[in-house]
């Protein structure tokens, strides 16, 4: 079974610059969770999609924004970048369901790094 | 008091040691916990998932869950240079919708060899 995969691994952008990120989830999860992870920190909650809406957001500022789209795969997009917004991006997916076996999974990450 | 404090590191032990991870949480509506491996720049692993007090064996990890004393931990027994990583435990309640995954911030070990 395959796990969760996320594009591009690497990313160089400047300042001011726009970037989307992309999630796979695992099949038939429906929930999409996006977590950012600056270096040698801890994991802070982005956003929460599930079944195509968003359900729960991070302390981030607007220029964070995503979206689910009807295959359950998700776009993180961040505009006008910021030195600080240099990070490994996380994405995860779960059931959804709420049910004891439900928890999450990780993608791989992307490194993003603005200059 | 944050919602879930982890012990924080660094850990530097010698190969074949035990190692004890542990976190505390507040929230007593958690019900679901979790540890995570992460290696450097890479995404956690999900290692252990249990749902109940009591202690759950996988292999040379032992997750341990005392609900009354909202205190969880991670056993590694004959731990190896591979388990360096840094392990973060997590928690949720029993109803996804509302309810984020809480993630503590992570103890980083060094097994030495």
């Known amino acids: 079974e395959a796990g969760v995969t996320q594009s591009p691994t690497h990313l160089i952008k400047t300042r001011g610059q726009q970037v989307t990120l992309r999630c796979s989830p695992i099949?038939?999860?429906?929930?999409v969770y996006w977590y950012q992870q600056a270096l040698g920190l801890g994991l802070q909650f982005l956003l929460w999609?599930?079944?195509?809406?968003?359900?729960n957001r991070g302390n981030f500022p607007p220029r964070f924004s995503g979206r689910q789209f009807p295959n359950y795969s998700s776009e993180l997009n961040v505009n006008a970048l910021e030195l600080e917004d240099s990070a490994l991006y996380l994405c995860?997916?779960?059931?959804?369901?709420?049910?004891?076996?439900?928890?999450?999974?990780f993608g791989p990450g992307t490194r993003l790094t603005v200059l | 008091q944050k919602e879930v404090e982890q012990d924080p590191g660094p850990l530097s032990v010698p190969e074949g040691a035990i190692v004890s991870l542990n976190c505390t949480y507040s929230?007593?509506?958690?019900?679901?916990f979790m540890w995570y491996r992460q290696y450097s720049r890479k995404g956690p692993e999900l290692l252990m998932y249990?749902?109940?007090?009591g202690n759950k064996e996988d292999g040379r990890f032992t997750a341990q869950v005392d609900k009354s004393s909202k205190y969880i931990s991670l056993f590694i027994r004959d731990s190896q240079p591979s388990d360096s990583a840094t392990y973060l435990c997590?928690?949720?309640?029993?109803?996804?919708?509302?309810?984020?995954?809480?993630f503590g911030p992570g103890t980083r070990l060094s097994v030495l060899p």
């Open positions: 929230n007593s509506a958690f019900q679901y």
């Open positions: 995860a997916s779960s059931l959804g369901t709420g049910g004891r076996t439900d928890t999450q999974y």
């Open positions: 099949s038939g999860h429906t929930s």
């Open positions: 999609y599930d079944e195509g809406e968003e359900r």
């Open positions: 249990t749902y109940s007090s």
């Open positions: 997590a928690m949720r309640g029993l109803d996804n919708y509302g309810q984020n995954f809480v």
